[in-house]
């Protein structure tokens, strides 16, 4: 009588069910998401653990000598941590701070023993707190004293300056998330260049929804950030969009590894380096340099001086998200055009010749 083994009985060795079990394709991406964890921690913890003021832009206006003198003073301080200049009085170095030209200014008193301090913490509450320390302790060894005025200051119910910050990410986050979610329901590879535009299509529409959404609940709803629902708005689309645009460029490029390079590129290298919690000033160089090109740090430069700045120097910042999304689309495109093309040569028959 013959015995016929149950569902339940498994044939082959231990090692085998894992080989079948766990593809090589599988164990590649899950060595990649370790890499990023490990990524991820080295990124924040390097650019956040320690930060410390670097040649922080900084005005000084006093009468005649005591200029250069003030000058030469603070360019001595250890660490080399102001870049002070002149400028020709308290009204300039305000101008320049609104133009965020500079970080702060001190205005010497050539009548008595109190100087002023100009800062914007609207530009930082982490920075403006730093020149307050630096200058004071500055101005104590000069036997003078400092009092601080706040030329842009932050919104009562924006704690550290952080909301802008905060609003990036989060459009930044929709992006990603979106072209994403596109490429697991789809394919991260669009099979044709119509597809490629529906996606591009659908991101942008995603944008200008998000974008409104954000700078809504940003301003009316909390209070959190002042500027103008419009202005933020099309930051906002503009964001929003830049990084789905860039995450399809990579998911035709990449495919779904293309996901964690977009990661890779807008959550641990972009979101330490985008002058959040600490302005650029504070950061360690390598992040100090990348910010300014990567969508967090473009965006949150702009959204704060939309919201403390009067949309002062926003230019640099957003040819950088224009040309995130630009960049994104062309290449969304290409990767669905080129690798059809060569299908199409593949697929022809051989050419004889005699």
Same mark, same amino acid.
């Given at each position: 009588?013959?015995?016929?083994?149950?569902?339940?009985?498994?044939?082959?060795?231990?090692?085998?069910?894992?080989?079948?079990?766990?593809?090589?394709?599988?164990?590649?991406?899950?060595?990649?998401?370790?890499?990023?964890?490990?990524?991820?921690?080295?990124?924040?913890?390097?650019?956040?653990?320690?930060?410390?003021?670097?040649?922080?832009?900084?005005?000084?206006?006093?009468?005649?000598?005591?200029?250069?003198?003030?000058?030469?003073?603070?360019?001595?301080?250890?660490?080399?941590?102001?870049?002070?200049?002149?400028?020709?009085?308290?009204?300039?170095?305000?101008?320049?701070?609104?133009?965020?030209?500079?970080?702060?200014?001190?205005?010497?008193?050539?009548?008595?023993?109190?100087?002023?301090?100009?800062?914007?913490?609207?530009?930082?509450?982490?920075?403006?707190?730093?020149?307050?320390?630096?200058?004071?302790?500055?101005?104590?060894?000069?036997?003078?004293?400092?009092?601080?005025?706040?030329?842009?200051?932050?919104?009562?119910?924006?704690?550290?300056?952080?909301?802008?910050?905060?609003?990036?990410?989060?459009?930044?986050?929709?992006?990603?998330?979106?072209?994403?979610?596109?490429?697991?329901?789809?394919?991260?590879?669009?099979?044709?260049?119509?597809?490629?535009?529906?996606?591009?299509?659908?991101?942008?529409?995603?944008?200008?929804?998000?974008?409104?959404?954000?700078?809504?609940?940003?301003?009316?709803?909390?209070?959190?950030?002042?500027? @103008?629902?419009?202005? =933020?708005?099309?930051?906002? /689309?503009?964001?929003?969009? &830049?990084? *789905? +645009?860039?995450? #399809?460029? $990579?998911?035709?490029?990449?495919?779904?590894?293309?996901? @964690?390079?977009?990661? =890779?590129?807008?959550?641990? /290298?972009?979101?330490?380096? &985008?002058? *959040? +919690?600490?302005? #650029?000033? $504070?950061?360690?160089?390598?992040?100090?340099?990348?910010?300014?090109?990567?969508?967090?740090?473009?965006?949150?430069?702009?959204?704060?001086?939309?919201?403390?700045?009067?949309?002062?120097?926003?230019?640099?910042?957003?040819?950088?998200?224009?040309?995130?999304?630009?960049?994104?689309?062309?290449?969304?495109?290409?990767?669905?055009?080129?690798?059809?093309?060569?299908?199409?040569?593949?697929?022809?028959?051989?050419?004889?010749?005699?």
């Amino acid at each position: 009588m013959s015995h016929t083994p149950g569902p339940c009985t498994r044939s082959g060795s231990f090692l085998g069910e894992v080989k079948d079990a766990v593809t090589p394709r599988a164990t590649l991406l899950v060595l990649g998401v370790i890499a990023l964890q490990l990524l991820f921690i080295a990124s924040y913890v390097g650019a956040l653990h320690h930060p410390k003021p670097t040649d922080v832009p900084f005005g000084v206006a006093a009468p005649g000598a005591a200029a250069g003198q003030t000058v030469g003073r603070l360019e001595r301080l250890p660490g080399s941590p102001l870049d002070p200049r002149t400028v020709a009085g308290e009204a300039e170095a305000r101008k320049q701070i609104m133009n965020r030209e500079i970080d702060g200014a001190l205005i010497v008193n050539p009548g008595g023993t109190q100087d002023t301090l100009l800062v914007a913490s609207g530009g930082g509450t982490a920075l403006a707190t730093t020149l307050e320390r630096l200058v004071g302790k500055a101005e104590q060894s000069e036997n003078r004293t400092v009092r601080t005025v706040d030329v842009a200051p932050t919104s009562p119910h924006d704690f550290n300056g952080l909301s802008s910050f905060y609003l990036v990410v989060g459009w930044c986050v929709g992006g990603y998330l979106c072209a994403s979610i596109l490429a697991i329901s789809t394919g991260a590879r669009p099979s044709n260049p119509r597809r490629a535009a529906i996606r591009l299509i659908a991101m942008a529409l995603v944008a200008i929804v998000g974008g409104l959404g954000g700078a809504v609940i940003i301003g009316p709803v909390l209070g959190a950030l002042p500027g @103008g629902v419009l202005d =933020l708005w099309g930051l906002g /689309a503009l964001i929003t969009f &830049a990084v *789905g +645009a860039a995450t #399809l460029a $990579l998911q035709g490029v990449f495919g779904i590894v293309g996901i @964690g390079l977009a990661i =890779l590129l807008v959550v641990i /290298a972009g979101n330490p380096s &985008a002058g *959040g +919690a600490f302005p #650029l000033p $504070l950061l360690p160089p390598f992040w100090k340099a990348i910010g300014p090109a990567l969508p967090p740090g473009a965006g949150t430069w702009t959204a704060r001086s939309i919201a403390y700045f009067k949309g002062n120097d926003t230019t640099a910042s957003l040819l950088v998200l224009w040309a995130w999304a630009v960049a994104g689309s062309v290449v969304t495109m290409l990767a669905a055009v080129l690798p059809r093309r060569g299908r199409r040569e593949a697929e022809l028959p051989p050419t004889t010749t005699g």
